[in-house]
């Protein structure tokens, strides 16, 4: 029995270990947020800092949903880490990749935070920051379609119908996303209005896990 | 009874899992305050690197002044979730609401140690100083209202009047701030001198929680 | 008893704490890459802010790459940390150095980015790179041999042949680092192919330990 | 039995806790130093990035001895609190402020990388980089006295010949560091050897504590 557990103990990097690196990538990349921020600079004679830091309401925009962007993913992996079991090699290299696409956002809410006001780029703009926002759903997919697959990495019990209903969920955000990006190569303002109403949606809280009884 | 606990450990993101989270966020939003505190530039053949480092006071007091607040705030965190028994959906939205406001708080600093020199700028640095301080005491006493709230989180002997003197405390800081944003309009080094007297204030140790007995 | 265990406990950091520490820093190391992303500027009234974005290549490709070399490195550190059975003064010191050899990252990143466009700076800036990548490589190795020699901090049923399996695969990895850098200096992009190549080698899962029975 | 425990665990904040939040800036403050190594920029057409990349030695010097003080801080850290049995208000509160010294040192470390170079302003740099030094041995000398006195904070069993040990050691790390301040004043360089040496020595491992028997 000791034997047992010991290459069981010393293959796998346990959900709790990828877990707590995560939270540790989200908590720096939230934080990261503010250096793109910038301090308003101007001639020191010049008056209206007033109006300066006012005029900065871009980055506090992009400052505020990219942070409540990182928290719903934050609360999202918490919720679904819940319901992994155990975990493998393919799917480590897919939470770093997962990882990558959140720790990449402050990114793009930069070039939002710089060019929003300037009417000619908000396509460009908006295109950008939204395929910023369908990378890590798209990731997070891929993710659950490889832990859910054939059960691969689910606790036993969790029910059937409820795995469907998260995959269609995670299905559908892709697809809210894309439409946002393709929107927004129409209209800057409108694709963005679509990631700030979904985002809201996300808000929400997520439906409870369900479970067959032991005994099915 | 196994049944009745999955469903539990499932839904709720555990407090301290929260307290880890906003640990980290805590600990790099601190952190980060250094990065506001600028290497002076001057013309190669040029002396006085002294007095320029010296001249820096502004971004020193910023650093010194901003890492004791979030000190505090980190402290007070730490106080307060021993008194909460549980979390749910809403709690944790308003906690990333509360972590927002504190990892905003290097902006404000870096606002303030670039400016707060140039006299006639001093009133709208220390308006948005004060308000950056303002922003965390306010989300914090949205977190306790809505967990105190029939006691909606609290542990559930936790006594009431310390209930009463903990909501009293918090409107108080929060009023506060409002007093040194106002006081601010008007002369902003009298403002922050008022910001300051309240950190050090805080500075003191709390009021340790009174519980009723368990057979009350 | 008492007393026999309370030195240890005083003297020793446990692995367990070194690890905590160092998944600090490759979480730190790994979101601070983004950083060196820099938001394009030009003249407001100038156009292409989309190719602009788009000739941002390198800054992307040294983001992933990095992102992916210190995920492989901190899988690896979990999966080796799990071989070592304690810990002791001279490999916690180690230990660091291999931590300022990952933190250091960064720098040859952004040199990649900056300057890989560049043609006659490819060479440069290869070696660089390459070198940045050899430089935690060869602390890992000294780490290993440090904790592997006379079996000085492994579990003592670890396999001997499992040990000169991993004493080997360490050797050859700093081999190919030290020819990429070499071939680096002769024709850049093809020492950072190798850089490549090898990397996704590693994100191969590794073969899980072998131990010998207890009762051998 | 159930009711003394209660308050105990509500008012103070375990050394645990502390030590985890330490953690967390020890492992910023030291990843936060390769952002003080930029990018060398040069006309595009210019030749030399090797030699330019080499005479960032002022920046590579700075990052490598400060991580190493930070890492040696970190250890010492751990060492320290396994002495310490229980925190209060005061010694958290010391704490912050020893923490606020340890995140500072990128700043001295970026200003020593900038100008220490330039012959005429290598005292300045030295007393700055040295007094940056300084600080948190000072501040942990505090924590120490405040800890030790009376055995306040202190394991009850822990030797009085090994308190006293302790204490003239951390009494004489300060009185080294004023002396490598007072030293630089007159030649920098100089100054900084005394710091790289006492460095040295510190990497050396330290002495274990000795505790008196559990029946005297």
Not at 14 to 22: K, Y
Request: with cysteine; glycine share 6%; aromatic share 16%.
């Amino acid at each position: 029995m000791h034997l047992h557990r010991e290459p069981k103990a010393h293959t796998e990097i346990s959900t709790q270990r990828i877990e707590a690196f995560s939270d540790g990538i989200f908590s720096i990349a939230i934080t990261l947020l503010v250096l793109e921020i910038k301090v308003p600079e101007f001639p020191e004679g010049g008056n209206g800092l007033a109006a300066k830091l006012l005029s900065l309401w871009p980055s506090y925009f992009g400052y505020v949903f990219s942070f409540v962007m990182i928290g719903i993913h934050w609360a999202n992996h918490h919720y679904i880490f819940k319901l992994y079991e155990r975990s493998d090699h393919n799917f480590l290299m897919l939470n770093i990749f997962y990882l990558m696409c959140i720790s990449f956002l402050p990114f793009p809410t930069a070039v939002l935070a710089r060019y929003i006001e300037i009417v000619a780029k908000q396509e460009t703009v908006a295109v950008f920051y939204a395929f910023g926002l369908f990378l890590p759903a798209f990731a997070w997919l891929l993710m659950w379609l490889y832990a859910s697959h054939n059960h691969r990495l689910l606790h036993p019990r969790l029910d059937a119908n409820f795995k469907r209903h998260l995959t269609r969920r995670y299905f559908l955000t892709n697809l809210f996303y894309l439409g946002a990006i393709t929107l927004s190569f129409w209209h800057g303002l409108v694709g963005l209005g679509l990631c700030v109403g979904l985002t809201l949606l996300y808000i929400l809280p997520t439906r409870p896990p369900v479970y067959n009884k032991p005994d099915e």
